[in-house]
């Protein structure tokens, strides 16, 4: 069974960090791009950062530019989010997700198609 799994979120003050980890099982993500999205609560999910099968390309939602880095480690099958410098508006449930038909970058959540089930991120002003 294929299972990307997300942990690492909890409750943070504004300007504290966190970082997600997206541990992947069941096969083998490493030549596969890889995405992190978010959902806040009575909005549509939308991109927070992807990173290409190699690493080389990276995309950020303009929103989290300079504050989040998105990276993996293949040989763990495993894709990272480092978050800095959160704000309250940063509160979402976040969720990682695998494109298995892309070697390049995609900001299409319909493009993705194995997810997680999400880790909570709540950030206190």
């Known amino acids: 069974q294929v299972q990307l799994v997300e942990s690492g979120g909890g409750l943070v003050q504004a300007g504290g960090s966190l970082r997600l980890s997206c541990n992947a099982s069941g096969r083998t993500f490493s030549r596969d791009e890889m995405g992190w999205f978010r959902q806040a609560p009575g909005e549509e999910r939308e991109i927070v950062a992807a990173?290409?099968?190699?690493?080389?390309?990276?995309t950020y939602a303009d929103s989290v530019k300079g504050r989040f880095t998105i990276s993996r480690d293949n040989a763990k099958n495993t894709a990272y989010l480092q978050m800095d410098n959160l704000k309250p508006e940063d509160t979402a449930v976040y969720y990682c997700?695998?494109?298995?038909?892309?070697?390049?970058?995609?900001?299409?959540?319909?493009?993705?198609?194995?997810w997680g089930q999400g880790t909570r991120v709540t950030v206190s002003s």
């Open positions: 990173i290409s099968w190699n690493g080389r390309m990276t």
């Open positions: 997700a695998a494109n298995t038909n892309s070697r390049g970058v995609s900001i299409n959540s319909n493009e993705y198609n194995y």
